[in-house]
């Protein structure tokens, strides 16, 4: 039985007792560090003295101090060892704690020699900081925290936040802030943690665990560095809970991949802290822990464990969102090179190190897809300057289009390139005729494991159905305009009729078209800008007049006539739909800086937009060509048939059912 108090220098048994406290400091002086005695003797006095009984007898003490008006600070915790682990350190120092309600911290400095982390972890302490000891040998003081009583305001304000919360493992806060010096091989996919667009849609947090795992990286100064860095961060409160969960958490972990990897149990602890301070996601490179929780966190403890890239991902579209998209790839140059040998510079860009890949194995794959030139391809992306940035074989097998080898290149843009391509390798089943995507790649970089899984692959092989056109049974329940939007971007190239979706008619002229949506009149074969033809999304900047976009929305795309040139070249047809992501009214300043290089427009013309200081800026993706565009008469019929009067001058804002008939006179689409 333990039993905890403050010592009493009243009672009959004090002399006895304070005696026991001086013993009990003389066994442990060596880790304890020298105290005079008159310092007990006023810790005494003081009511910060407390004495813990395991059965009856004197066991252990614990001394301290309160400095500050918000800080209890730890001087001494002592336990003999026959009652170590018995709980008594932990039942002391929880009444020191009970016995200042008000204060906001508790704190204990030791020398990081001593070797007794593991026992400042036992009471829920982490390390914050540390400086140098007095030791004459050279020394370093750890400090441990933790945080008690009332939440302070900026906790309070991260609790009430109506904000989706996501916590952050350490291999992403170590990501985002340890200097370039570090070399983090894969810091990128975390970087777009960083933005400023994400903070209006998500609270980022850490677990207290995250500093004991800090405490441990080996350079003095990164540590200083990341826990400076961290200071502008509020962490989640640790639950007295928290233990019991972890080691229930960590159960539920496959047990093969437990005793292959020791540090899930650190994991778990993080994780715990993330469930109960009501985190939505917890944000981790850790593709161990990936797997140990993918099939339960969500289902079970209502919080998903996800990548860096994947949360991104899950938030768009969003204003803003530029780190995994065609800025990246500005001025590039991108062009696809068929390749009919295994060289050697191509296997050291793509060869997987970090998963121990061996590279006579990769060049097998490589030979495997070369020995197929009737049947199957094998391309890099490379740019102007010879630099390699992806790589992909395919070949279609029984109408699936199999991907044996699909690689990213190491670096920042990486991440960027993995999203575009799983796009591009929906576009290459439908132009060869596949209806499936199957990825053979049984080395996979984590980033396209993210991206595969974002646009809707699943199983292993990853695999995604193609179909042109949705089975209607299976989308009766499609049917806001955020769903079908959501639909048609993990279903690409389906397009679901009959929906109440808002939809706009924008004119644009043909240059413009070309290069922003891809549209080929036979004048200019394909975009100029190879870097627009890799990317998802775009930007259109227009006049600010029209200020009521409701998004998504669709937006038919009607193509007029460039400025100054003969009327014979104008195409005056509608030619291709998007879906628009974003609706904005911004400074031009602010739209040259942030969106000219998602668009096409040049900065001269896109301050020609903005008269009045202001632009309209819309985002969109998901573009589809018509394969037969609609040509004026017959488009102004359709516009006459739903009551809206041409011509079209500017956007204009049109029933849902014009878009249905504009697609039911595409091929495929006419009983649809």
Not at 11 to 29: D, N, P
Not at 47 to 64: H, K, N, Q
Not at 69 to 79: D, E, F, Q, S
Not at 223 to 251: K, S, W, Y
Request: aromatic letters at 6%.
């Amino acid at each position: 039985m333990i039993e905890v108090r403050h010592w009493n220098p009243g009672s009959i048994q004090a002399a006895a007792e304070f005696e026991k406290v001086i013993e009990l400091h003389r066994q442990s002086k060596a880790t304890l560090g020298p105290l005079p005695f008159a310092a007990f003797t006023e810790a005494g006095k003081q009511g910060r003295l407390i004495v813990g009984a395991v059965d009856g007898e004197l066991r252990g003490y614990v001394l301290y101090g309160t400095p500050r008006h918000h800080t209890v600070k730890l001087v001494h915790v002592a336990v003999d060892k026959e009652s170590r682990k018995s709980g008594l350190a932990k039942a002391m120092v929880e009444l020191a704690i009970a016995s200042h309600p008000g204060r906001s911290t508790i704190t204990a400095h030791c020398r990081a020699d001593y070797g007794v982390d593991g026992f400042w972890q036992s009471l829920d302490m982490t390390p914050s900081s540390e400086r140098a000891g007095r030791a004459q040998a050279g020394s370093t003081l750890t400090i441990w925290t933790r945080r008690i009583g009332p939440r302070d305001l900026l906790e309070d304000a991260l609790y009430a936040s109506s904000r989706l919360l996501a916590v952050l493992d350490s291999n992403v806060i170590i990501d985002l802030y340890a200097s370039d010096a570090i070399d983090r091989h894969d810091r990128h996919e975390s970087v777009g943690l960083a933005e400023d667009w994400l903070s209006d849609l998500v609270d980022r947090s850490y677990s207290p665990e995250v500093n004991v795992d800090i405490n441990r990286f080996p350079i003095v100064a990164e540590r200083g560095r990341i826990r400076n860095a961290l200071a502008e961060m509020v962490p989640v409160r640790r639950d007295p809970g928290m233990t019991a969960l972890a080691t229930q958490l960590l159960a539920r972990m496959p047990h093969e991949l437990v005793a292959q990897d020791a540090s899930l149990a650190d994991d778990a602890k993080h994780l715990a802290d993330a469930i109960l301070a009501g985190a939505d996601y917890f944000v981790t490179r850790d593709d161990n822990l990936l797997r140990a929780t993918r099939t339960w966190a969500d289902e079970d403890y209502n919080i998903e464990v996800l990548r860096p890239v994947a949360l991104l991902q899950r938030l768009f579209p969003a204003p803003g969102l530029s780190h995994f998209r065609s800025d990246a790839l500005e001025s590039i140059g991108l062009s696809w090179v068929r390749q009919a040998s295994a060289k050697q510079d191509l296997v050291d860009a793509f060869l997987q190190y970090r998963v121990g890949e061996k590279s006579t194995f990769f060049r097998k794959k490589l030979q495997a897809v070369l020995a197929h030139p009737g049947s199957a391809d094998l391309e890099v992306l490379s740019d102007q300057q010879g630099r390699n940035w992806a790589l992909l074989g395919v070949e279609v097998k029984d109408q699936t289009l199999t991907v044996p080898v699909l690689r990213v290149a190491r670096g920042r843009l990486g991440s960027t390139i993995a999203f575009q391509l799983i796009r591009h390798l929906r576009e290459l089943a439908v132009d060869r005729g596949a209806n499936l995507v199957s990825v053979l790649d049984d080395t996979l970089d984590p980033v396209v494991v993210g991206a595969l899984e974002v646009d809707g692959f699943a199983g292993s092989p990853a695999t995604a159905a193609i179909a042109p056109f949705a089975d209607p049974k299976a989308v009766t329940h499609v049917n806001s305009p955020l769903d079908v939007a959501a639909y048609e971007r993990t279903n690409w190239p389906q397009v679901l009729l009959d929906r109440d979706v808002p939809v706009w008619v924008v004119p644009i002229q043909p240059a413009y078209a070309r290069n922003l949506i891809g549209y080929n009149d036979t004048l200019i074969a394909g975009r100029e800008s190879q870097t627009l033809g890799l990317a998802r999304e775009f930007v259109y900047f227009g006049a600010p007049k029209i200020k009521n976009w409701n998004v998504p929305a669709r937006v038919l795309w009607y193509a007029t006539k460039d400025e100054g040139v003969p009327e014979r070249t104008a195409v005056r047809a509608a030619v291709a739909h998007s879906w628009v992501t974003a609706s904005t009214v911004v400074d031009v300043d602010t739209a040259i800086e942030q969106y000219r290089s998602l668009g096409t427009l040049k900065e001269r013309e896109i301050r020609q937009h903005g008269g009045s200081g202001k632009v309209l800026v819309l985002r969109f993706e998901n573009t589809q060509l018509l394969s037969m565009p609609i040509a004026r008469t017959k488009f102004n019929a359709l516009l006459k048939k739903h009551d809206v009067t041409p011509p079209l001058q500017t956007a204009r804002a049109v029933p849902a059912t014009l878009f249905d008939d504009v697609l039911r006179t595409q091929p495929g689409y006419e009983t649809r």
